[in-house]
């Protein structure tokens, strides 16, 4: 269950958030929503996919940390495994909201039934004893800001993509050493051959956008696959 309120240092000047790493607060998830501006930080390290939300018909993109429901193969115990933590992990428990409507004025808002919110007197301050922001805290609302106007950017990236038709459906059987096999169905990807036979006034007209550089970088992610299988036979103990 979750429990939203609009931040105030009125109202949680003594909050404190742990910021650690743990499936206990959250981090053992099969996968994370990201945004396109994120893809050059993610390509190195994890697979970016698409999904097709079955009532909305929209597009999303996720990094992909394991391959069954609460599995982070990027998680070992308490140590984060790669070099980047992926926004929507990172900014926990906070999220924003709108008042009203959509385009209404951002707000801060705040899980409080979050297991990162601190019930025992550790963590990370949000305010100080002045009501001031903590740097941790300032440096939350950065990222808070970048992966909203990244969500509200995105349409017109995936609006591109279904134009050109450069999105393809895709589904991996992996089989590991021990014999087990995980199925994976309703992502989509990149089509390499459609993006190759656009011609150059489409490919400029991708560029001109900023549309062309996260494109390549999640066609370029899809190389992590083999190691996020390695990983995960290494789990089973068959590395």
């Not at 950017?153 to 038709?165: G, K, P, Q, W």
């Not at 589904?171 to 990807?189: P, S």
């Amino acid at each position: 269950m979750s429990n939203h309120a609009i931040l105030s240092a009125d109202d949680h000047r003594d909050l404190r958030v742990i910021t650690d790493h743990s499936a206990s607060l959250g981090d053992a998830v099969m996968s994370c929503f990201t945004i396109p501006a994120e893809f050059r930080r993610l390509q190195n390290e994890f697979v970016i996919l698409f999904r097709r939300d079955a009532r909305s018909r929209s597009f999303s993109a996720l990094a992909l940390l394991g391959f069954e429901a609460g599995e982070n193969l990027y998680l070992d115990g308490t140590e984060w495994l790669a070099g980047y933590k992926p926004l929507a992990l990172t900014i926990a428990p906070f999220l924003v909201g709108r008042a009203e409507q959509d385009d209404g004025d951002a707000q801060v808002h705040i899980d409080l039934d979050h297991p990162r919110i601190s019930k025992s007197g550790g963590g990370v301050r949000i305010f100080d004893d002045h009501g001031e922001a903590s740097p941790f805290f300032e440096q939350t609302v950065r990222q808070l800001g970048a992966l909203d106007e990244g969500h509200r950017a995105s349409s017109e990236f995936f609006a591109t993509l279904e134009r050109h038709d450069l999105l393809e459906p895709f589904a991996l059987d992996v089989e590991l050493r021990n014999g087990a096999r995980h199925r994976m169905v309703g992502y989509h990807i990149i089509n390499e051959d459609r993006l190759a036979s656009l011609e150059g006034g489409a490919l400029a007209e991708l560029n001109a956008s900023g549309h062309l550089l996260p494109i390549y970088m999640a066609l370029a992610s899809l190389e992590n696959l083999t190691r996020l299988i390695e990983s995960k036979n290494r789990q089973v103990g068959h590395g």
